[in-house]
């Protein structure tokens, strides 16, 4: 569950850029003519199983969608369609906090006490760096995932349990309470409140969220759940992979929802707020801008989520009520955050310009590199715990592989750089002073991630 404010890096392999096998326009339901020309593209591209998209503004809902949801179950996906949503769970596990807090049940500034017996770093968090991601702790805890069977890797978190979570508090060093995004802050944060009230935190969703809200589909997947009415993630169109299960880091991304139950629950958010609750308020503003869950820009909320093969992405407009949301069991994170961007700048009146495939560096020059040089880079290099970028030499060349997806040659444009000619993508291996490589600088898509060097 890579969730992020920089989208999951995604290679472009194993699709097409052809127009000759564009979708007819039946299969794409009612939207406005911009948001239909773009799903003709993305369905074009043949990178997506299924899509569905939902747009609120002044009362008026529009859903289309394509794709079939899997190659069993060809059907057409709806509003009804149920798709893993990933880190736009952590939204919620936000509201069950603003909820607590309104009710006097906690407050922001209250530290989650001695549950790591006697870390004072630990102990010293309050409920407010939980969930604006500044408690210190990491993105994904270290302990739980290393040494994992391959059977476990397909489902990376079933097994994370609250002892598992408890161990790994116990040895955290948090050196600084800066922004970073944190899956395990959330989980730990979602378990806490859940412990407030005496209940699980399936629960607690449940009774404070789903009920008030209508929101009659959402079930959060927990290691005993079984949900065959999901739509399958796939790794590629056609290429299943399995739905996640969660433990105690459910909070961070177990809920399965579809569009009607989201479009409800946007609907539930602004009417509370209209009404004084706290839910869609800012906590930190300080940049970047984060409330219960939700982080702001140009004065909209939003976020995104991504298990291994579906991604969601939703966004809020509180003086509006404008809604967008975009799901899709497919892994194309850049895909789906950047669709759901470019609907919600067109929603409020802005110029909104969407590609299905970024520039590329198809005519950008390589240059010679020696294979000692490239003999230096080859490795693991850490993107989180449970995902991996491999680079590997084959013959003359420099490929690279993140987990799950397939294998890309790099081309150097300097003795340091190297691109991916498919996309606009690049990464510069950094030396240190006494000539070992200790990471790469990636940059994609507009954002720039250091990857260590294992």
Not at 57 to 76: D, L, T
Not at 127 to 139: K, N
Not at 143 to 172: C, H, I
Not at 340 to 353: C, E, M, P, R, V
Request: proline residues 4%; neutral net charge; hydrophobic residues 40%.
């Amino acid at each position: 569950m890579v969730a992020r404010m920089v989208a999951t890096l995604l290679f472009l392999t194993g699709c097409s850029t052809s127009k000759t096998d564009v979708v007819a326009p039946e299969e794409i339901s009612k939207c406005s003519q911009e948001i239909e020309g773009w799903l003709q593209e993305i369905a074009a591209a043949k990178r997506l199983q299924s899509m569905v998209v939902a747009t609120v503004k002044g009362g008026n809902k529009e859903v289309c969608g394509f794709g079939k949801i899997s190659e069993a179950r060809a059907e057409k996906p709806t509003a009804e369609t149920i798709y893993q949503i990933g880190s736009l769970t952590k939204t919620m596990t936000g509201y069950l906090l603003a909820d607590a807090v309104q009710k006097k049940v906690v407050s922001l500034e209250d530290t989650i006490g001695d549950i790591a017996d006697g870390n004072a770093g630990v102990s010293s968090i309050t409920f407010s760096q939980l969930v604006t991601h500044r408690s210190g702790l990491p993105r994904m805890p270290g302990n739980g995932f290393l040494g994992m069977s391959p059977t476990d890797r397909q489902d990376p978190f079933a097994s994370y349990t609250w002892k598992l979570l408890v161990d790994e508090l116990k040895g955290s060093n948090i050196e600084k309470k800066s922004y970073e995004y944190s899956n395990m802050a959330v989980g730990l944060l979602g378990e806490l409140i859940a412990r407030k009230y005496s209940t699980t935190y399936r629960e607690l969703l449940k009774q404070a969220l789903f009920v008030p809200a209508q929101m009659t589909t959402s079930v959060v997947s927990t290691t005993d759940s079984k949900f065959e009415m999901v739509a399958p993630p796939h790794v590629r169109p056609n290429v299943p992979y399995s739905i996640w299960h969660f433990d105690v880091i459910a909070p961070a991304g177990a809920v399965n929802s579809n569009v009607s139950d989201l479009i409800k629950y946007g609907e539930f958010l602004m009417k509370q707020s209209k009404a004084g609750h706290p839910a869609l308020e800012l906590i930190a503003n300080d940049l970047p801008k984060v409330g219960y869950g939700w982080h702001e820009k140009d004065g909209v909320l939003w976020h995104n989520g991504s298990t291994l093969g579906s991604e969601s992405f939703m966004s809020l407009d509180p003086q509006s009520g404008s809604m967008v949301i975009v799901l899709s069991n497919s892994g194309a994170a850049d895909i789906v955050t950047r669709l759901g961007f470019s609907i919600t700048d067109s929603l409020q009146g802005k110029k909104a310009n969407f590609v299905v495939i970024p520039p590329s560096n198809k005519n950008r020059k390589s240059v010679a590199v020696g294979e000692e040089v490239l003999k230096r880079y080859v490795g693991d290099y850490k993107i989180t715990d449970a995902v991996t970028m491999t680079v590997s030499k084959r013959d003359t060349s420099l490929w690279v592989q993140v987990t799950g997806q397939n294998a890309v040659r790099l081309y150097p444009s300097a003795i340091h750089t190297f691109f991916i000619k498919e996309l606009s993508a690049e990464g510069t291996f950094q030396i240190d002073n006494e000539g070992q490589v200790t990471g790469v600088l990636w940059k994609q898509s507009g954002q720039e991630n250091l990857f260590p060097k294992k």
